[in-house]
């Protein structure tokens, strides 16, 4: 028999995709200490030179986009612990939303436009 | 009577003095897994955005990118930072192993907590003395 206590799904959605992105953001740490120590440092020419490239760019793109969908659950999980009062949870809530919208094109921005 | 059983009508003493309560070492481990994700939300990633945005503009802006880092206060903030980051990668690390019922019995789950706490102060003295 297919016993499901809850309908919607929403933990183990937001479970997985905590898992997920820590695994693209681990990957993501050891390609660039391994760029970082490849290269001995790190000197503006070479900084710039590394995103001038169209893969890095896109790997940098998936860290960041990975980042702030962790960080997403991860607060939403510390506020759902301490911030009890119900308006006072949906505020820091949207708060939190809205930074890391923000941040999504700030990211995009940074890596794409004019500089 | 099992313990589920009991009726629970009547009020019983709540002791949770968590400063007074000697936590194990695994709930240590994950309190700062909170408190290091905590940081690094509210500082860490704008901090991160505006490095990568204003060093890669100009030698000159690179430069002055890197000019706060060498000040006691800025390679403080990035040792905490760096603390953070290493030490969530690696409580994460064996949170996914514990997820995939590795360890999960409490003396390893213990050493593996104890590992986690060396190995990330290891690294962050490794990060500290490439600072100073």
């Not at chain 1, 440092?41 to 998936?62: I, K, P």
């Not at chain 2, 059983?5 to 936590?23: C, G, T």
């Not at chain 2, 409580?91 to 990330?120: K, T």
């Amino acid at each position: 028999m297919d016993k499901r206590s809850v309908g919607a799904h929403y933990g183990l959605r937001d479970w997985l995709s905590q898992r997920v992105t820590a695994i693209v953001i681990t990957l993501y740490t050891a390609l660039f200490l391994t760029i970082l120590l490849w290269n001995g440092g790190m000197d503006h020419a070479t900084w710039q030179a590394l995103f001038a490239g169209d893969a890095f760019r896109l790997a940098t793109f998936l860290f960041l986009a990975s980042l702030f969908v962790h960080a997403w659950v991860g607060v939403r999980n510390i506020l759902m612990d301490y911030a009890k009062p119900m308006g006072v949870r949906l505020a820091l809530e949207i708060v939190v939303i809205c930074a890391l919208v923000a941040y999504a094109g700030w990211t995009i921005q940074i890596l794409w436009g004019s500089r | 009577m099992a313990a589920a059983d009991r009726p629970v009508d009547k009020p019983r003493p709540v002791y949770l003095d968590l400063f007074a309560i000697r936590q194990p070492l695994p709930a240590i481990v994950s309190i700062l897994h909170r408190i290091s994700g905590a940081l690094m939300f509210v500082v860490g990633i704008p901090l991160l955005l505006w490095f990568v945005q204003s060093s890669l503009r100009s030698p000159a802006a690179f430069a002055a990118a890197m000019a706060p880092f060498s000040t006691l206060f800025g390679k403080l903030v990035l040792l905490i930072l760096a603390w953070c980051y290493l030490y969530h990668l690696l409580a994460g690390l064996r949170h996914l192993a514990l997820d995939l019922h590795i360890g999960i019995a409490l003396a390893p789950a213990r050493r593996s907590a104890a590992l986690v706490l060396a190995l990330s102060v290891l690294l962050a003295l490794i990060v500290a003395v490439r600072l100073w």
